[in-house]
């Protein structure tokens, strides 16, 4: 390739045909938490783990997001009662996605998503009866925050093209892992204590629902920061390892 510049959704094609990301998927599809929760094993501590975790991971990637859309102040330490910052037209924010005649950039669409979901964690929550007090008092893993800490880098390094390409990539999988772990834990044969459709649920069914244009969004960033194969691909990689770190964390709770 010799470092030419590719059209953004020939960058996804790619990558998506990469040995790592066909491995990644398949270690996601058979991963022992998944499996166990399909076989009605998945242990108390383990579903717990899954919001302590994830209450750091939203927190963290809202802020990451944030200042990937060009919100540099954006700064809360809980995203209960947040509001997400207006998205303000830039030089250096044309994605081509329209909204009412407006763009709308993929990490500023990301940000609200994750402000959003928070008070569906809390719900999820609820059910092991932990308040959001509790959870910010969690202390967290280290292995399952390495997903999260890694968005940080990509934000600090201002590399919105590595994220953009990261999200098209692996959002899919995180999503399928999400309809899986949804139809098991509501499945009542199974035994967790959830009703069919239960509030409770919700956070993981709402990341169970596939991003509409999420190529779209992904190739307007890829195409306005005009980077290169090479400069993306191991952003994309080491990404998709932490995300694989997070569920064997969470599966190796007691």
Known sequence: MNHQTMKGQDILNKL????????????????????AAEKGS?????????????????LSDAISFASLAGHLNFNPSSLTNVLTPTQQP???????IENNGKTQDLFQFLLGGEIFASSLLLDYAKHFDLDEASL???????????YPSYWSRLALSKNRAAGAAACAVNFPAWGEMCRRLYDALQNQDLNYGYDI???ALAFIRFFASPIEDLDKMAVAVLEEENA???????????????????WDAIYEVK
Request: aromatic share 12%; charged share 25%; glycine share 2%.
């Open 90 to 96: 830039n030089d250096n924010n044309k994605a081509d």
């Open 136 to 146: 910010a008092a969690y202390s967290p893993i280290a292995k399952a925050q390495g």
């Open 228 to 246: 290169t194969y090479e400069e993306i691909v191991d952003h994309v990689r080491l990404l998709q390892e932490y995300e694989v770190l997070f």
């Open 42 to 58: 998945l242990t108390n501590a383990q579903r717990k783990a899954f919001a302590q975790e994830q209450y750091f991971i939203q």
């Open 16 to 35: 998506r045909q990469e040995r790592f990301n066909q491995q990644t998927e398949t270690i996601l599809s058979m991963h022992p938490f998944l499996l």
């Open 197 to 199: 459709n239960d509030k």
